[in-house]
């Protein structure tokens, strides 16, 4: 279990995706350019399995905003959008109704 206060340290924000590509030499891996409002990054996820590159631009998705940034395949990766995924299937987690990108989840 964590506090409420463990939880408002997480900063969730809505993000469009601008591009999407399939990285070199990896079967599960996709690199996303996004629209975070006022600046653009890139994170790197495993979703390459359930998703085509060309069926994810301009989805709203949600995104860890303050998380560190790492280095997976030599790309750095700027955050970590959120998913479900049970035995068979993954899905993103999305907005039913268009939001401004960098909007902060509440």
Same mark, same amino acid.
Not at 26 to 39: A, Q, R, V
């Given at each position: 279990? #964590?506090? +409420?206060?463990?939880?408002? @340290?997480?900063?969730?924000?809505?993000?469009?995706?601008?591009?999407? &590509?399939?990285? &070199? *030499?990896?079967? @599960?891996?996709?690199?996303?350019?996004?629209?975070?409002?006022? &600046?653009?990054?890139? +994170? #790197?996820?495993?979703?390459?399995?359930?998703?085509?590159?060309?069926? %994810?631009?301009?989805?709203?998705?949600?995104?860890?905003?303050?998380? &560190?940034?790492?280095?997976?395949? /030599? #790309?750095?990766?700027?955050?970590?959008?959120?998913?479900?995924?049970?035995? @068979? *299937? %993954? /899905? %993103? %987690?999305?907005?039913?109704?268009? +939001?401004?990108?960098?909007?902060? #989840?509440?």
């Amino acid at each position: 279990m #964590i506090s +409420i206060e463990d939880f408002k @340290n997480i900063d969730l924000r809505v993000a469009k995706i601008l591009e999407a &590509e399939k990285i &070199e *030499n990896s079967d @599960n891996l996709l690199k996303l350019t996004l629209d975070l409002g006022t &600046e653009t990054r890139q +994170i #790197i996820s495993g979703i390459a399995q359930y998703y085509q590159p060309q069926d %994810l631009i301009n989805k709203e998705i949600v995104v860890v905003y303050n998380l &560190e940034p790492r280095t997976i395949k /030599g #790309i750095e990766s700027q955050g970590m959008l959120l998913a479900a995924k049970d035995e @068979n *299937n %993954l /899905g %993103l %987690l999305t907005l039913d109704k268009e +939001i401004k990108p960098g909007t902060k #989840i509440s």
